[in-house]
């Protein structure tokens, strides 16, 4: 007996198709999470995890037991910096001389990145600074401790007068530190050579760091006109390509499906034995007996084959020892009668019915 329960096979064959669907969606989903996921923000942003961002910093620094907090404003900076250091990551954003004085007047020490002339006159008199020199990978070429713990570094952009860190490009003037350029602190860069050492060096210092990286020019009004761009939150670009890729998915599993059957009335009934009895009146009128031959083996065959436990897969040879063995009757008998030639006439195509109607009675009774 053959058993009707649906096999392991039959059922990956009817749910592979949803299955690879839901396979698709899963890694377009943790795609769009990987490369959509992270957090916008300016230039040495502490919150930013795009390449240009100092996320990775602010954490590796809070790792080390250093509370970090950025701050946007003017107003916090000056609140926040007494008794921490203060990170000065945008200086270009300072312009206005009275806030510059304000600052200055506050002590505590304080690390410019890639300080501008005013900044330069205001928080480091006495340093001047000359333009153009490329960021590379130096030595640091001096006795700064947190230079020859940190080895080569990727600094460059500014040179500062009489300094010898790193070609001119680190300075410390009393509790004030300077950098050329801020490019080592940044995600992208921090794992090359020693900057993710030089920066934790110079920034952690204190147990309290205060990082003031406005993200936009400070005194800059917030209101005015905005392009539909800027409206448009970020990342929304990504959740709108995912929810169109999945709609598109939805309708070619739900397309390739044709639904159930419909059955319709047939405006005449015609009766099985009719039928049957037409199409063998048409194979008498073409002496198709090959043809009317190989109907009644196949429906035979059919109909015995899960008789004898055999799938429809069963070889000619597998088949015949079955029946051999389940009827008694000669292997060769069994063959020519299953699987012989084309009666060569009307005598012969009867006798073929007569015996496989033998075998197959045999075959459902035994």
């Not at 030595?139 to 600094?155: E, R, S, T, W």
């Not at 990504?238 to 405006?267: D, H, K």
């Amino acid at each position: 007996m053959t058993s009707i329960t649906p096999t392991i096979t039959d059922r990956w064959r009817s749910w592979r198709g949803v299955l690879g669907a839901l396979v698709l969606i899963v890694l377009v989903a943790t795609l769009i999470v990987l490369l959509g996921g992270s957090r916008n923000g300016g230039r040495l942003d502490i919150e930013a995890t795009t390449p240009s961002g100092a996320r990775a910093l602010a954490e590796l620094l809070r790792a080390q037991g250093v509370e970090v907090n950025q701050v946007t404003t003017f107003d916090d900076a000056v609140e926040q910096a007494e008794g921490s250091l203060l990170v000065v990551a945008r200086p270009e954003f300072l312009a206005d001389a009275a806030e510059l004085a304000e600052l200055a007047g506050r002590p505590g020490a304080r690390l410019l990145i890639a300080p501008t002339e005013p900044v330069l006159r205001a928080l480091a008199p006495g340093v001047t600074a000359r333009p153009g020199s490329p960021e590379t990978v130096r030595q640091p070429g001096c006795g700064l401790k947190a230079a020859v713990l940190a080895g080569d570094a990727l600094v460059g952009g500014l040179t500062f007068a009489d300094a010898t860190c790193y070609g001119g490009t680190v300075a410390v003037v009393g509790d004030t530190t300077l950098v050329a350029s801020g490019s080592f602190l940044t995600n992208g860069r921090l794992a090359e050579n020693g900057n993710a050492a030089l920066a934790m060096n110079l920034a952690g210092t204190h147990q309290r760091v205060t990082w003031f990286a406005p993200r936009t020019p400070l005194g800059a009004p917030e209101g005015g006109e905005k392009s539909i761009e800027q409206l448009i939150p970020a990342n929304v670009g990504w959740f709108t390509w995912a929810l169109v890729l999945a709609v598109l998915l939805t309708a070619l599993w739900r397309g390739r499906r044709l639904g159930p059957v419909v059955e319709e009335r047939l405006p005449v009934v015609v009766r099985a034995a009719e039928t049957v009895e037409g199409r063998g009146r048409l194979y008498r009128a073409r002496a198709a007996r090959d043809r009317a031959a190989l109907a009644l083996r196949e429906a035979a065959l059919a109909r015995m084959t899960p008789r004898l436990g055999l799938t429809a897969t069963a070889g000619e040879n597998e088949i015949v020892a079955a029946v051999a063995a389940r009827t008694g009757q000669d292997g060769g008998q069994v063959r020519q009668t299953l699987y012989g030639e084309a009666p060569g006439g009307d005598a012969a195509l009867v006798a073929l019915a007569r015996d496989l109607d033998t075998i197959e009675r045999q075959v459902r009774n035994s």
